[in-house]
């Protein structure tokens, strides 16, 4: 049997599980690994800035395509503290990421050791698994048996820490003879499925709520078959963004608080059944419950089963991988339609994309300081059906969502439910890294932003273009907004004059020299009519230079973004809406004034 440290055994292990890319920061407890990595050859390696930064890099790579699983690599103590935030967002959005620590020899774990944590324990309330290995015999079972945790069942995060003594071990190991263990994922019964879609055939205002466990099970193509099939309208959530495109004629709009259209939360009050698939009904999603839940059936579809009736009984609970529950919901379907059993749904869909026409924010504004949502109207414009949209939480994201345009599974990569300040640039540098030739768009509000841009640097030392769009008001825009419900408007002014740029005035960062002097690209925009033509700029540059490339819009400093503090019935517009084609004029349906 062929020997070798246990160290190079992990990377062996890493190529035969399809890890091709690896994010991190070396140190001495994990040099041995870094070693391995090097001798062995086969896994690209790009060096943070930041160790975070690694975890949202190998957590964009890893969202960014079926089948990817992103690995992030750093040594002991505060590296690993530093990750706990890239694993929570990867455990509570169900995205599998490999975290690998170095750690103090064995012998003194216990003596305070320079900076030696007992990290599994610290990272076990986000993830499926932390393991510290004391034994480099058991060093190839745990990694085999973290690719299987990662992918069985629901999706999520696992931490593997190896003591320097450990990965320096030599081991019998031969890879030849490695295989991954089988994936178990739970799979719906057909007499589920059967009763399922008895009861929504029973219905008359049908929705399906498509969540990103389709995404997570690569079944948006069949998702989008059965909807097609039965004819019954979809209402992708934020994480689903995507699973069918925006223009297609059974799209109802997404629903919720903040994340939300105003025709998709109108389709979805006139609902009257709701099969909601690989969902977790978040709640800035449902709002209160006792509105969203009134007068509807649900059915639920997820891989977890403790996750059905987590936020509320539904009628039925089904535990499935949703690609199984979604191919027998089709092949039931399909009987039904060749038997001629299924309901006409047109007059229904028909209404839903009435709403659509009819109840559209507006987007069209010439203001100077810019409106944010002048930026997302020609954002629109710039970037087509192919771009993959980067974001995170505030503002801008929420922005976002409400009026930019998605057509396809995984072009919306967004964090979920931890939403960490600082996540866009490395998730979008892993996002690039795993879509070299594709066209990649981060969308920041300054604050986050400026929690990890250094981050930019490795863009540019690694080559990695991707256009950035930085909207800029100088303030902690979401938490402004909240804090009217407490009439305070404290410590969220970022706003200060810039002894070194005066032509700020106060919007105090000059992220034009801050990001030119980590080597990338950056221009700044004060006239709506100077974006679209940014925005072309920046592709041209990003492809030009590879590095990424910056378009900050300076805001005016407040705008208030619509949305609700309770439940979807009540969402506070803030600014008029849309009340003739002219304002709204990259809308998907053409704006009816009735």
Known sequence: MPRMTAARAAVEILKREGVSNAFGVPGAAINPFYAA?????????????????????????????????GVCVGTSGPAGTDMITGLYS???????????????????????????????????????????VLEAAQVPGVFQQAFHLMR??????????????????????????YEPLPVHKPAASRKQIERAVEMLNASERPLLVAGGGIINADASALLVEFAELTGVPVVPTLMGWGILPDDHELNAGMVGLQTSHRYGNANFLESDFVLGIGNRWANRHTGRLDVYTAGRTFVHVDIEPTQLGRIFAPDLGIASDAKAALALF???????????????RSAWAASTQERRAALQRRTHFDNVPLKPQRVYEEMNRAFGPETRYVSTI????????????????????????????????????????????????????DYDFQFMLEELAVGAQHRIPYV??????????????????????????????????????????????????????????????????AFEEAKKLAAEHRVPVVVEAILERVTNISMSGTDIASVNEFEDVASEPGHAPTAIRALTVS
């Not at 069985?152 to 003879?177: A, H, K, N, S």
């Open 37 to 69: 990595l090097k001798a062995s050859g086969g896994v690209q390696h790009t060096l943070a800035r930041h160790v975070e930064g690694a975890s949202h890099m190998a957590e964009g790579y890893t969202r960014a395509a079926a089948g990817n699983i």
């Open 90 to 132: 990867a455990m509570a959005d169900s995205v599998p990421i490999l975290c690998i620590t170095g750690q103090a020899p064995t012998a003194v774990l216990h003596k305070e050791d320079f900076q030696a944590v007992d990290i599994a324990s610290i990272a076990a309330p986000v993830t499926k698994a932390a393991t510290t």
């Open 152 to 177: 069985t069942g629901r999706p999520g995060p696992v931490l593997i820490d190896l003591p320097i003594d450990v990965q320096l071990t030599e081991i019998e190991f031969d890879p030849e003879l």
């Open 330 to 344: 089709v092949e039931v379907a399909r009987e039904l339609e060749a038997a001629g059993k299924l309901k006409d």
């Open 394 to 445: 505030g503002l801008s994201q929420i922005a976002g969502a409400q009026m930019l345009h998605v057509h396809r599974p995984r072009h919306w990569i967004n964090c979920g439910q931890a939403g960490p300040l600082g996540w866009t640039i490395p998730a979008a540098l892993g996002v690039a890294t795993a879509d070299p030739d594709g066209s990649v768009v981060a969308l920041s509000g």
């Open 468 to 533: 950035h769009v930085l909207v800029n008001n100088s303030y902690l825009g979401l938490i402004r907004q909240a804090q009217r419900n407490f009439d305070i408007d404290f410590q969220v002014s970022l706003e200060f004059e810039n002894l070194n740029s005066p032509e700020l005035g106060v919007y105090g960062v000059d992220h034009v020299k801050v990001v030119e002097g980590l080597g990338c690209k950056a221009i700044r925009v004060t006239e709506p009519d100077r974006l679209l033509p």
